[in-house]
């Protein structure tokens, strides 16, 4: 009993910063004047409890930030996807291959990231973006697998991100991926750490309001991975779930694990209808 007393005045502290709601900025994203995206609906997918309309995490940036985005030339995020670029064409592993052996030009990726995670019947699970990856690099190239927050993988998910800019998200949450979908959304309604927070408490309870310093926003992940301004460098999805559960003050689960894979399936569905916009840019 003493420590929900201790738990819930923590959840109090952590939201006394809160202010009056703060709308999402009036705008619209059109990258290099060509490539327009869509970062607002009126209307969430019928299936997502809690939000009536959907709102992209551009949105809840400050201007100088939003315009950063807008052009590739001042996006520091597209410093990765060139490195990713040069890196698809380099041969790696016992097979004597490199990525563009089999996909040729990264453009062949466009639409791949629409759909992740996406359950394979090969595998017989859900796949990320990051183990489509590695089955590539052991299975094909034989070369080493890459850690899930690597430079070079990140860089990766990034450079096939980018040519899917504009593209609508459409994350299966039926058919097989129903069970990964349900243990997400459990996983998002449930409270952790010594906060007792849940990641609804902030990114639908409280998207608009301010915690501290900053814009809460829907949590939205059609923008990863996306280049953080305080970290100085691309981040990777499961590296912001591991960022958001350790803030609650709970021991966090490891980026690739299976809980974080679900929470992914969930999360993405979230997006469906929202663009693909990586690499984005965030505080």
Known sequence: MKFRALASTCAIVAFAGVAANADPADDTLVINGEIPIVTHTDA?????????????????????TRAMEQDDFDNPGMLGVEAAAANWNEVDGTAGKACASCHEAPESMAGVRTQMPKYSEAKGTMMTLEMYINECRTERMGAEAWGWDDAAMVNMTALISSVSRGLPMNVAVDGPAA????????MYYTRYGQLELSCANCHEDNYGNYIRADHLSQGQINGFPVYRLKDAKLSSIHNRFK???????????????PEF????????SRGNGLSVESPSIRN
């Open 44 to 64: 969430a997918p019928p299936y997502i409890e809690g939000l009536t309309e959907q709102y992209s995490g551009w949105h809840f940036r400050e201007a100088d």
């Open 179 to 186: 069970p990964y979908w349900e243990q997400g959304k459990e």
């Open 243 to 257: 960022g958001c559960v350790r803030d609650t003050r709970a021991e966090t689960f490891k980026p690739g694990s």
């Open 261 to 268: 894979i679900a929470l992914e399936v969930y999360v993405a």
